[in-house]
């Protein structure tokens, strides 16, 4: 079964909304380990909008599950993962005027940079994947720079519907048997729900599936850690 990547964001985001201490992501992380999390992850934004600095430094020592840290290619926030040695990191898109992160990183026109950011990961022990369309070029790009994981963004599929929804499926699952084949770890996220998730979940060697807003929204109605199991339910569903 599909690993499940539990990205706690979006609890952070409400305590921004106030800048207060609750609800805390700390806390969010405990609860979504007690209901099966495989992973906990998170985005340290340059802008700070969500998770907070305090909030890595805390969870680094409290998760006892692997952490995987999503970050730009930037050097400020590369030295952060450095000193904080997360299990994971995955490099995605940053722009301050998204609200969510809105399509795979283009690394076939980042020059240098993102195989720079990928060599002082690794460098560091960190297990680097990156954050990709279902694109073959940009999964033989990354593969050459030597990423270890492609983690397709999965966004198209989960906003189209009937007949698309089933040609994004195909790019995806397309991208999926090249990025196996090139010897990467296979990780996905971006959108899913407990609606979709199934015929994500259910691609060959997929190892991660990393979801967040629905969780975190069907938290906020019955639980985090009921949230959690009721996701991974969803995701055993779709292999048997």
């Keep these: 079964m599909a690993h499940l990547g539990v990205n706690i964001d979006h609890v952070a985001t409400l305590r921004e909304a106030r800048r207060g201490t609750e609800p805390d992501p700390v806390w969010a992380a405990v609860l979504a380990e007690l209901g099966g999390a495989d992973s906990i992850t998170i985005h340290v934004r340059e802008d700070r ?21 999503e970050l730009a290619c930037e050097v400020n926030i590369l030295q952060l993962a450095c000193a904080a040695l997360p299990e994971q990191a995955t490099l995605v898109p940053e722009k301050r005027e998204e609200i969510t992160t809105e399509g795979g990183l283009d690394v076939l026109g980042s020059g240098p940079q993102v195989g ?4 002082q990961l690794s460098s560091h022990g960190i297990f680097v994947s990156v954050f990709l369309d279902p694109d073959p070029r940009q999964i033989e790009a990354s593969a050459r720079l030597g990423a270890q994981a492609v ?3 999965t966004g198209q599929y989960a906003l189209a519907e009937g007949s698309q929804q089933q040609k994004e499926w195909q790019r995806l699952s ?6 196996t084949d090139l010897g990467l770890r296979l990780n996905a ?3 899913l729900n407990y609606q979709n998730v199934g015929p994500i979940a259910s691609l060959p060697d997929m190892y991660e599936l990393n979801i967040g807003h629905s969780i975190v929204s069907r938290a906020v109605m019955v639980g985090m850690s009921q949230a959690v199991r009721e996701m991974k339910e969803q995701i055993d569903k779709s292999l048997r």
């Design 151 to 153: 983690e397709l963004h």
């Design 116 to 119: 720079d950011a990928i060599s």
């Design 189 to 191: 996220g971006h959108g």
């Design 174 to 179: 397309d991208c999926s048997k090249l990025i």
């Design 49 to 69: 909008r969500h998770i907070q600095d305090r909030d890595l430094r805390i969870l680094r020592e409290t998760v006892h599950v692997p952490l995987n840290l």
